[in-house]
């Protein structure tokens, strides 16, 4: 692998300036969105991840284009090793220390991003049997982790022979061990989260146009993959190894900023083009109403009213519960909990939150009033006894 030339170090400079713009353009206006709704000291967990990922992505940006424009790393030919000066060898030395640096921040961003993802998804899943798979992949990731950056600090030892030009060890300029480790553990997280996310969006009850868009931003995923395959193609592939994996690098992680973010902004853009909202199927305030969940409420001269689920047509009235209480006792209402259901009709069960702040799944409850015909219950003319010297007191 020889120098680089200062026509590569321009296009590469403005190629990774210009999608980190775009990643950063991503996160502001995620951010935008969850502090209009939940106010910047209700931030959540994902929150503060998504500000620690910022911080890597930004420590990759700048150390890939240290290395491009300081002239490489200690990957060198046996040509490069002849013609080696004082100069060069500054330089090397310089951008074999960057390239540590920038594989470090490349693992603090993706798996920050990932875990990020994974919040998100605990939240979505909240009650539903998927979470236990969440749970799994979660430690999964988190295994993940331990072992990427062990391979990072092992393969070289001692860790100064990561930026010795030349270097004695083969993997200590082609970390071609920890890119083969890395790359399988980190495909395969990408692998699962679309295994199980994709699966319970097409369960989820919202309208036909608004699960394509979450479908496609959550395809996004599968570039990723793509871009992480092409990485390890440039950085093992011996007729194939150039700087080019750096361009990847940046792109692969650009786009799992993007995925992670914009679930989080369509909030913010349904209240900026109002059209989007009956595009999608109308404001989430609407079907938040419907599906508010309380307790059991009695109102006098009102109907029997339950805060779980839309309120029926018809209602019971107080008056017909006394005409008919000496011949029906009264049987308790229950509560039953419906099921996941695959009907497309939003109004009817599930609905996903885009910004994720609260459930993301709305659970429909029925309530099923028995009434069976019978003698006078005890209980009910206690229940009455108590409302009479309540109303005689007022």
């Known amino acids: 692998m020889s120098s680089l030339g200062p026509d590569f170090a321009r296009s590469f400079a403005r190629e990774t300036w210009a999608l980190y713009a775009v990643g950063?353009?991503?996160?502001?206006?995620?951010?935008?969105?969850?502090?209009?709704?939940?106010?910047?000291?209700?931030?959540?967990?994902?929150?503060?991840?998504m500000l620690f990922a910022v911080l890597w992505y930004t420590i990759l940006c700048v150390?890939?284009?240290?290395?491009?424009s300081g002239g490489g790393s200690n990957l060198m030919t046996d040509e490069d090793v002849r013609n080696l000066t004082p100069e060069i060898y500054n330089e090397r030395v310089?951008?074999?220390?960057?390239?540590?640096?920038?594989?470090?921040?490349?693992?603090?961003?993706?798996?920050?991003?990932k875990t990020c993802m994974?919040?998100?998804?605990?939240?979505?899943?909240?009650?539903?049997?998927?979470?236990?798979?969440?749970?799994?992949?979660?430690?999964?990731?988190?295994?993940?982790?331990?072992?990427?950056?062990?391979?990072?600090?092992?393969?070289?030892?001692?860790?100064?022979?990561y930026w010795a030009v030349p270097t004695p060890n083969y993997q200590c300029s082609s970390y071609q061990y920890y890119e083969i480790i890395q790359g399988c553990i980190h495909i395969s997280a990408d692998i699962f989260m679309l295994i199980i996310a994709i699966p319970l969006l097409l369960k989820v009850r919202v309208p036909v146009r608004q699960k394509l868009i979450l479908l496609i931003i959550f395809g996004m995923g599968a570039f990723v993959i793509v871009a992480a395959i092409?990485?390890?193609?440039?950085?093992?592939?011996?007729?194939?190894i150039s700087y080019v994996y750096m361009n990847w690098y940046f792109r692969e992680a650009t786009v799992a900023v993007l995925v992670t973010n914009i679930p989080l902004v369509w909030s913010l853009l349904r209240d900026v083009f109002p059209s989007l909202k009956s595009w999608t199927g109308g404001?989430?305030?609407?079907?938040?109403?419907?599906?508010?969940?309380?307790?059991?409420?009695?109102?006098?001269?009102?109907?029997?009213?339950?805060?779980?689920?839309?309120?029926?047509?018809?209602?019971?009235?107080?008056?017909?519960?006394?005409?008919?209480?000496?011949?029906?006792?009264?049987t308790p209402p229950q509560k039953v909990i419906s099921e996941i259901s695959e009907s497309p009709e939003p109004s009817e069960g599930r609905e996903y939150s885009e910004d994720g702040s609260t459930r993301g799944l709305h659970i429909r409850q029925d309530v099923t009033v028995t009434v069976e015909r019978g003698s006078h219950p005890?209980?009910?003319?206690q229940w009455e006894a108590n409302r009479t010297r309540a109303e005689s007191q007022v």
Request: with cysteine; charged share 20%.
């Open 24 to 49: 950063m353009l991503g996160v502001c206006l995620r951010f935008t969105a969850r502090i209009r709704r939940l106010g910047i000291r209700n931030l959540q967990a994902d929150d503060y991840v």
């Open 63 to 68: 150390a890939l284009n240290k290395v491009v």
């Open 94 to 113: 310089e951008g074999s220390k960057w390239v540590f640096v920038s594989e470090h921040s490349f693992v603090g961003a993706i798996w920050s991003l």
């Open 118 to 161: 994974l919040v998100i998804y605990a939240r979505i899943t909240e009650g539903l049997h998927q979470r236990r798979w969440i749970n799994w992949l979660a430690i999964y990731v988190g295994l993940g982790f331990i072992a990427t950056e062990l391979t990072l600090f092992l393969i070289c030892r001692p860790l100064s022979n």
């Open 230 to 240: 092409l990485t390890k193609v440039y950085c093992l592939v011996p007729s194939l």
């Open 283 to 330: 404001s989430r305030g609407r079907t938040e109403n419907r599906y508010r969940s309380g307790r059991w409420t009695f109102s006098k001269g009102s109907a029997i009213r339950s805060t779980y689920g839309p309120p029926s047509r018809g209602g019971v009235s107080m008056h017909s519960m006394h005409d008919y209480r000496r011949s029906m006792p009264f």
């Open 378 to 381: 005890p209980a009910l003319d």
